[in-house]
């Protein structure tokens, strides 16, 4: 639709439907408005007005009635207060009259009925009303009565009732019409919105309609066509006609268009069928050319077309004209171009299509029977195939070529193309075919010469045959010859490894040895030489303290030496084991009895758990029995900080167990602790002798190590197996299995020698005895320093780095008597956190081996981390190997002194450090 050159589109219709609604909506808004307006305006006139005179009439009504009652109780009682009501009527009647006078305005019979009442109120007041009033008061009582005689008051009051009356009747007359006429009003009202409602109804949907007929319309139509085309029943030369200047319009126009490319592609899918179906069966490449150039000419509307075909002949590629479509003059058509050459070899060349058009009239001449014209449009495309330029092809026409014409030449570019391949091919195998055959007769003839050699070669390979098996014997015998000697390669590096691990295994535990001989060793000797040396300063108390370390210290020293003399029994064989029975429910308590204090020492939970099925006896050796679990209770114990050590002990499945043939019951103890564990890799190296998880000297947990190795030698020799399974972290647990009845192959020999405990007793005993010696030695100090006379050591502050209680109890006794002030870390990290704190120590006693942090690299974080470099600091250590002092010296120390210390020289040194300190100092 076009409104004066206006394209009135679809989005302008929807805006002038939506506008169209609107103003209906607004008139009859605007109707509806204006008619309730009316309406509340008749309401507001009555509710107002007529309520209001109704009002003022019963107003003035009451106020006749105040006056007649007022008047009539003064007379009766003579009470001046009977009067009030009286006066106030008299004041008020006239307002109220003269109020519903004015708004009578628009009714003068209603103003005239109300003013033939106004002279009746005044008569009555006057003549009635004041002169009683009068007449009382001046006590003429005859007067009043003769005036109720007459009747005079009664009659005018009876006349204003009924006027009043007949006046109100009349008011509300007229206010029942109003409503009435209000009713109808309200009744014209609804029926105006009905109409308006049916009329913008009618309105919007005839817009409705014409809206969407003008748009439907054109899009059925498009619709329709779609449909047809999925269906394949629609004639593409068909098109949508639309009159309208809309996006309807635009639609039908892309319709069309769609149309117009459906119609060019059916038409080149058509054309490509049609050619196709003319290749097939052709076994001929000329042949096949010819058919190609005069069924596609017509199809392009071509005057005239040729075909070149690629050869190749010596390495020289050139294309060969091989069919023409209407040439009248051979001479004139090329009968071969190289690449490059003219517009058919630059084509090929290039592998892309010339579409040429206004050529001049004397390029070429199309011939008829009526005359010759000169085509002006020329095409010239190369036929492809897998990249290469199987020929190519050029038609000349009298008008241009179309899309749809260059479309089907370039999509049958790949196709014609494999059709030139495929014959092309053919031809290859009949030629090679008949070659073949040629070749045949001479190989036959060939075959016979061969038969007769083959006979003779037959006999050289069997002799070959002889030659190769000798040989390859000699082979398989180098081959096994080498395989052996390159095992006994391995085994030799594997056992050189072993002997290397070995050797260092054993050096670890000769300096672990040698720390753990001298320690006890050490405060034997300085307590002995300090009873010998202050025997009458020192009283009782401090002497048998005295005793009780030297007691305790030899004691752990002949344990540690029967452990390494046991152990060397039990490979030497020398150990025996002696059957008897043993209760096993008394294990439980003896287990109690022992380790419930070295629990409630360390703040742990200590469980026994027992299976109930247990035989009461077993028959073993308990000895080595009691030997076994007590090493395994201590190593739970010292390896465990915080947590629980749990024991079970119940029955085992001897089938399931590894390593145990007896054919009686198995008892299994196991041991599970909450500690540290011991890494996978080293759960089978703690069994080892010589071998610890913590092979160093500065490791955190004391012991030779030697503990697990005796326990499995006596497992073993109990008929028995012991198994470990552990955590990083979280805990391990050790289970020994014994056999209830020992067999007899397991016994041996014994001597006299018990198996100690583990080293881990030793070192619970070793802290409980610490906090009694550092007790001791605080009550001593203040009379020591009295006693001494050596000034130079007196106040001087020392610090002592050690890990064994028993050293730090005999040197803090020594030093203390001399008046140095001597303060303890139990290890390097321990030092560096005092030192940090307080650096004014005057000299550093450094142990070698211990826990945590070493001495050797506590005595470099001084050195370089905290910057101490004056500081004198003497290395004490236990090991006795060769070059030991040269290296502590390089990790900081200033002096060395070797134990078990000799207290006079450790005295030397101090003095002759102390004094170096006191110059530095000054």
């Known amino acids: 639709m076009t409104i004066k050159g206006w394209n009135y589109n679809i989005h302008a219709k929807i805006i002038t439907g939506y506008l169209t609604i609107l103003v209906c909506l607004v008139l009859s808004l605007l109707i509806v408005i204006n008619r309730m307006t009316a309406l509340q305006n008749e309401v507001d006139f009555i509710s107002k007005h007529d309520i209001e005179v109704h009002d003022l009439a019963n107003q003035i009504q009451k106020n006749i009635l105040d ?48 003013e033939e009442i106004k002279p009746l109120i005044m008569n009555w007041q006057t003549n009635s009303g004041e002169y009683m009033i009068n007449s009382k008061k001046a006590n003429n009582e005859t007067a009043i009565n003769q005036h109720f005689e007459k009747n005079t008051g009664k009659k005018v009051t009876d006349q204003l009732r009924t006027q009043l009356d007949s006046f109100l009747a009349n008011e509300k007359k007229l206010t029942a019409e109003r409503i009435v006429q209000l009713s109808q009003n309200n009744t014209n009202l609804k029926i105006t919105l009905y109409a308006i409602i049916v009329l913008v109804s009618v309105i919007t949907i005839a817009t409705a309609i014409f809206l969407s007929n003008s748009i439907v319309k054109t899009i059925k139509q498009v619709i329709k066509t779609i449909k047809s085309i999925t269906d394949s029943e629609v004639d593409l030369t068909t098109r949508i006609n639309v009159n309208t200047h809309d996006e309807t319009r635009e639609l039908a126009e892309v319709m069309n268009n769609l149309l117009s490319s459906l119609e060019k592609q059916s038409w080149v899918q058509k054309s490509m069928t049609d050619i196709s179906m003319i290749n097939q069966g052709v076994t001929d490449i000329t042949e096949l050319a010819q058919s190609f150039v005069t069924k596609l000419a017509p199809l392009l509307d071509a005057a005239y077309g040729v075909v070149y075909l690629r050869r190749n002949q010596g390495g020289v590629v050139d294309y060969v004209k091989v069919a023409g479509y209407a040439i009248a ?25 010339f579409l040429i058009d206004h050529l001049p009239e004397e390029h070429f001449k199309v011939t008829s029977g009526l005359g010759t014209s000169s085509p002006t449009n020329l095409l010239i ?56 055959q040629i070749l045949t007769e001479e190989l036959q003839a060939q075959s016979e010469e061969l038969q007769a050699q083959s006979e003779e070669l037959q006999m050289q390979q069997e002799q070959l045959r002889i030659s190769n098996d000798f040989l390859e014997e000699q082979k398989q015998f180098a081959e096994q010859r080498a395989f052996d000697l390159k095992k006994a390669k391995d085994e030799l590096e594997n056992y050189s490894l072993k002997l290397k691990a070995s050797s260092q295994y054993k050096t670890d535990f000769l300096a672990n040895m040698s720390h753990e001989l001298r320690t006890p060793l050490n405060s034997i000797l300085i307590l002995s030489q300090m009873m010998m040396e202050n025997n009458a300063e020192m009283d009782m108390a401090e002497i048998g303290e005295y005793a009780r370390v030297i007691n305790t210290s030899g004691g752990d020293l002949l344990r540690l030496i029967d452990d390494i003399l046991d152990l060397s029994k039990i490979e030497a064989g020398k150990i025996e084991i002696l059957t008897d029975e043993v209760n096993v429910t008394e294990i439980p308590q003896m287990m109690r009895n022992m380790f ?69 019951a198995v008892l299994a103890i196991s041991v599970t602790d909450t500690g540290i564990g011991i890494p996978r890799d080293k759960q089978q190296i703690i069994f080892e002798a010589f071998q610890q998880v913590d092979g160093t000297t500065n490791r955190q947990y004391g012991g030779t190590g030697l503990g697990l190795s005796i326990c499995r030698e006596f497992t073993r020799l109990l008929g028995g197996t012991l198994e470990v399974e552990s955590e990083v972290d979280k805990g391990s647990t050790f289970t020994l299995y014994i056999p209830s009845q020992l067999e007899f192959e397991h016994y041996g020999r014994v001597d006299d020698h018990e198996l100690a405990l583990a080293e881990v007793a030793v070192s619970v005993i070793t802290v409980e005895d610490e906090w009694m010696n550092e007790e001791a030695a605080e009550s001593l100090a203040v009379e020591l320093v009295e006693s001494s006379g050596d000034q130079l050591f007196y106040r001087k502050k020392v610090l002592l780095v050690e890990d064994d209680g028993r050293n730090v109890f005999a040197l803090v006794t020594a030093l203390e008597r001399k008046g140095v002030a001597v303060e303890v870390a139990e290890n390097g990290k321990r030092a560096i956190e005092m030192l940090q704190e307080q650096a004014d120590f005057d000299l550093i006693f450094m142990d070698i081996m211990m826990p945590v942090m070493g001495g050797y690299e506590a005595m470099e974080t001084i050195r370089h981390d905290l910057k101490l470099e004056n500081l004198p600091i003497i290395a004490l250590t236990a090991k006795a190997m060769k070059g030991e002092r040269d290296k502590c010296m390089e990790a900081g120390a200033s002096d060395y002194i070797m134990k078990p210390l000799n207290i006079d020289q450790l005295f030397s040194l101090m003095r002759v450090w102390l004094t170096e300190q006191v110059e530095h100092s000054e």
């Open 329 to 353: 003059d051979e001479e004139r058509a090329a009968s071969s171009f190289c690449l490059g050459e003219g517009l058919i070899g630059q084509a090929a060349l290039d592998q892309r299509i």
């Open 67 to 114: 006056m007649e009652t007022g008047m009539r109780g003064y007379v009766i009682t003579g009470n001046v207060e009977y009067l009030e009501p009286y006066n106030l009527g008299s004041r008020s009647w006239l307002d109220n009259y003269n109020k519903l006078h004015s708004m009578l305005s628009d009714n003068s019979r209603q103003q005239r009925n109300l």
């Open 596 to 664: 419930n204090p070295v629990a409630a020492k360390k703040n742990l939970t200590f469980d026994i758990f027992i299976d109930p099925g247990l035989p009461a006896v077993i028959a073993t050796d308990g000895q080595r029995l009691q030997q076994i679990w007590k090493n395994l209770l201590s190593n739970a114990f010292k390896f465990t900080e915080k947590g629980s050590v749990t024991v079970r002990i119940e029955m085992a499945d001897p089938e399931k167990v590894p390593g145990i043939s007896a054919e009686g």
């Open 381 to 436: 495309a190369p036929i492809l195939f897998e990249g290469r330029v199987e020929a190519v092809v050029e038609f000349a026409a009298l008008q241009p070529f179309l899309s749809q014409h260059l479309t089907l030449l370039d999509q049958l570019q790949d196709k014609f193309g494999s059709a030139i391949s495929s014959v092309n091919g053919r031809m290859e195998v009949e030629r090679l075919l008949g070659e073949s």
